[in-house]
């Protein structure tokens, strides 16, 4: 079966980086849109980037500038990095694969697969 696993997350500084690691199995990234997203405790979740199969981008506008989303094909993983953090990025952060190629780059109902997270926490 399909199973998606996040790695990365953690506790860092305000102004620090994270890089998520998103390692896919039972299926291929190549041929999956796919994205990251967030929530936080008692907020609606939210799309924060997405890649599509050819490799093109979009960002939140939360993410602009800072984050930058990439993927490894050979490597089957989808990456976030994650640069001049702010304690407003804190949340738990899902990678999602759709199971197919091109569409909305995040609206989470289009996403059939998701990973079980990992915590970011930004402190100031």
């Known amino acids: 079966q399909v199973q998606l696993v996040e790695s990365g997350g953690g506790s860092v500084q305000a102004g620090g980086s994270l890089r998520l690691s998103c390692r896919a199995s039972g299926t291929t990234i190549s041929r999956n849109s796919m994205a990251w997203f967030r929530q936080a405790p008692g907020k609606a979740r939210e799309g924060v980037a997405g890649?599509?199969?050819?490799?093109?981008?979009s960002y939140a506008d939360s993410a602009k500038g800072r984050f930058t989303i990439s993927k490894d094909n050979a490597k089957n993983t989808l990456y976030l990095q994650m640069n001049s953090l702010k304690p407003e990025d804190t949340s738990m952060y899902y990678c999602a694969a759709k199971f197919y190629c091109g569409g909305r780059y995040f609206e989470g109902a289009d996403f059939r697969y998701w990973g079980q997270g990992t915590q970011v926490t930004v402190y100031s």
């Open positions: 890649i599509q199969c050819d490799g093109s981008t």
